[in-house]
């Protein structure tokens, strides 16, 4: 289980998450039987969306759980259309908008089901302000004070989020947890590449 959200596109069907939460990398397999599941929580969900096509990183197939690898763990998810709703994800629950580039200190608000709350069958928020953290030579966003253990991965890191209208802008996405903090989470930088990433994914269907 992961952690993702839908992320406004022309296609409307795109869902974001981590890249090994649709690839057991290096080497391994793509995850067969995905579905998205909005508003999850304790069994009830606003319908569930298969996936039609994966994408994610060469670098994160390669190189998995490394600085390399982690530094591409990002993935988009193209939807078919709900099983209750019959539309497109973002037209039936709405979607974030996506951001990238800019510093690696923003004011973050970051979602996701980690198992080790509620075991995942809750969503959780935690929110500061982001930093830099490293694993090797690889920068990422980071911040310390979550406690997200397993499940959270694929969670929105989100921009300028609004609790009115609940959406905000996708700038990372928990990947790993630095093995110096249990409570510290860090994202891959959301770089030129994995916006190349998104509009090669606003293109399948």
Known sequence: MCSGSSINSDS?????????????????????????????NNGTTYGTY???????????????????GFNS??????????STSGA?????????????????GFDVSVFGYPANLNGGQIMWACWGTSGTGWIGAY????????????????GPWLDEYSNTTGLGYVRSVTSNG??????????PYFDSRV???FVAANNDW
């Open 50 to 68: 298969q996936a039609a096509t994966l994408r994610t990183f060469t670098d994160w197939i390669n190189y998995g759980e490394s600085g390399r």
């Open 195 to 197: 916006n190349d990433l």
């Open 12 to 40: 409307k069907r795109l869902v974001v998450t981590a890249g090994h939460c649709i690839y057991g990398a290096p080497g391994n397999e793509w995850h067969t039987n995905w579905i998205f599941a909005p508003g999850y």
């Open 88 to 104: 497109p994800v973002v037209n039936a629950v709405g979607g974030h908008g996506f951001r990238w580039g800019g510093g690696f």
């Open 139 to 154: 920068e990422f966003n980071h911040i310390a004070g979550c406690n997200f253990g397993g499940g959270s991965s694929g």
């Open 178 to 187: 630095p093995t110096d903090s249990t409570a510290d989470i860090q994202g």
């Open 73 to 82: 763990d990002v993935a988009f998810v193209t939807t078919y259309n709900g």
